[in-house]
């Protein structure tokens, strides 16, 4: 679970439960069906129509995968590095077939390094191996976002549907303007309707589309990280000369040192 994901989210909710508290002893007025139903019913409506079944329905199962921990971390990255030196003492060793053991390993935990080590034992050259990686990223990455463009277009439909609950509540009010009853169970299902687009949007929707496209930026940059280790194994580089390539992408602190591996070894 991503514990920080749940915290925020509950602390969001938390303190707007607790400023209610502290403002008012009839905490039963914010609670209005109708409004809930205008904005809710309303904002997937308008989404199923402008996308896709399909795309929505993907949009909803990545919304529940931000409260879990996210699979690429800090120290994947540093991984990755150390990953290609090994490759590229394989390769210095026993030429580029000897990376077809750990091709075969892995087709199914990882589809896109297993297609690089593909181009790679192909014959591919460094520049060739870049371009066809670098077009797989981009497009990989690009399909990807769609769950947040879907995400952002729910955030801004949401206080929309709230200003037609809050219409509604006028002409209801407007209607019943002989009958003093009535004037505040009509404004309530207005202003209620407001809140809920507004909070819908800006601490669930907002959040989560923001959560997605963060995380797919991060698994973008960990395959050019990749990319790059492939390519310099396409064109015979050293070990070193890959360490110090792929270290130039990570901050220092994740830098991976052939030298501390060495030694650790021999220890």
Do not use: C
Request: proline share 4%; aromatic share 10%.
């Amino acid at each position: 679970m991503s514990l920080p994901t749940i915290l925020g989210f509950v602390i969001g909710i938390a303190l707007f439960l607790f400023s209610i508290a502290i403002s008012t002893d009839n905490y039963w007025i914010f609670l209005h069906a109708t409004g809930l139903i205008m904005v809710l019913g309303g904002t997937i409506a308008a989404t199923f129509v402008a996308f896709e079944p399909r795309y929505v329905l993907q949009a909803m199962k990545v919304s529940v995968s931000i409260f879990f921990q996210h699979k690429v971390g800090r120290a994947i990255l540093t991984g990755e590095v150390g990953r290609m030196i090994r490759w590229g003492y394989m390769v210095q060793k026993s030429g580029l077939p000897a990376l077809e053991t750990d091709a075969r390993k892995l087709k199914e935990q990882d589809k896109f390094l297993a297609f690089g080590i593909d181009l790679v034992i192909s014959g591919y050259t460094g520049p060739e191996v870049r371009e066809i990686l670098a077009n797989t990223i981009d497009t990989t990455y690009h399909r990807n976002l769609v769950p947040a463009d879907i995400l952002r277009s729910m955030a801004s439909n949401a206080p929309a549907f709230g200003m037609i609950a809050t219409l509604v509540g006028l002409v209801i009010m407007l209607d019943h303007m002989t009958d003093p009853s009535q004037i505040g169970p009509g404004m309530s299902v207005g202003l209620m309707g407001t809140l809920y687009g507004v909070l819908f949007a800006r601490v669930v929707l907002m959040p989560t589309a923001s959560k997605v496209q963060q995380r797919e930026e991060i698994v973008r940059f960990r395959k050019f990280l990749v990319a790059e280790g492939l390519a310099l194994l396409a064109e015979r580089r050293n070990p070193r000369y890959i360490q110090d390539k792929m270290n130039s992408f990570l901050d220092p602190a994740l830098h991976f040192d052939i030298d501390q591996m060495a030694r650790g070894k021999q220890v």
